[in-house]
Structure formats: C-alpha cells, structure tokens
C-alpha cells in the first residue's frame, strides 16, 4: 500500500534543486525524515509531519480524495541556505499533479508560511512551511 508521506518524499527526491542539496553519498539516501532531525544530524536535512488530515465525505460515502496538510521544515547552518532549501522545496511541491510512489496526486498547493526559527543548543535554522497534499485513496483490494 502507497502512503502520502512516501509520494512527498519521493517528490522532493526526484527534483535535483531539492535532491541535490539532501542527498548525502555516505549513506546513499536522502536527508529527508519524518517528524525530526536524527541526533547530531548532517546538514543540510528536510523534515515533514502530518498536521492535519481531511477528507471530503457525501451523502453517498466517502469521495475517494483526501486532503491532508503537513509541515515540511528545511535545516542549515546557514540563514541563508535554509531559506533557499525551503524555496528549492516550494519549486518541487507548488502546484504539482502527477502518480508518485504510487499516490494519485491532484494538487499540492502552499498553505503558509511560518516563522523561522534558529535553535542556540544545536546552532541550526529552521525555515518552514506547510503544504497540503490533495490526492486519491486508495481503493481497498
């Protein structure tokens, strides 16, 4: 079964402004994780947590779509470079349709904007943003 959180992660994967500055060649993966950054983590690092689901119910049952919003944070050291992460990020997510990682997706679409953030015990910047991420359910088997 395909997950939403599998077709975002494999969406910010898959653009090079985004893949390039996440992915690290001693581990062959992606600085991407959920809810939080691994202890003494290498930058610069994405991370992405549901905040909120909906779907859309009828009289008839359910729709089939779902709607739901996560926060998706960029980590530097740098202001400068959090900031254009969260960019490179908005350029990959802003408006796109498409299957990924098996997911239908009809949209993802910027909520907000919220503060940044630097964190003094692990001298980072947060810059963040949340998305929703509208897309099919899958149809039970």
């Known amino acids: 079964m395909a997950y939403v959180e599998q077709a975002l992660v ?24 959920p809810y939080k950054l691994p202890q003494n983590p290498t ?3 994405i991370t992405y947590h549901l905040i ?3 779907s859309f119910e ?30 490179q990020v908005r350029l990959a997510l802003q408006g796109y349709t498409g ?12 909520d907000s904007d919220n503060p940044d953030f630097y964190d003094d015990d692990i001298n980072i910047w947060r810059v963040s943003a949340d998305y929703s991420v509208h897309h099919e359910e899958e149809k039970p088997s």
């Open 58 to 87: 009828s009289h008839q049952g359910s729709s089939g779509l779902r709607f739901p919003r996560f926060q998706i944070d960029c980590w530097s050291a740098n202001y400068d470079t959090a900031k254009f992460l969260a960019e």
């Open 52 to 54: 909120y689901g909906e």
């Open 99 to 110: 299957t990924s990682a098996g997911v239908t997706v009809t949209a993802i679409l910027k």
């Open 43 to 45: 930058l610069d690092a």
């Open 10 to 33: 494999a969406r910010l994967e898959a653009v090079t402004g985004v893949s390039s500055a996440v992915y690290d060649s001693s581990f062959s993966g992606y600085r991407i994780y």
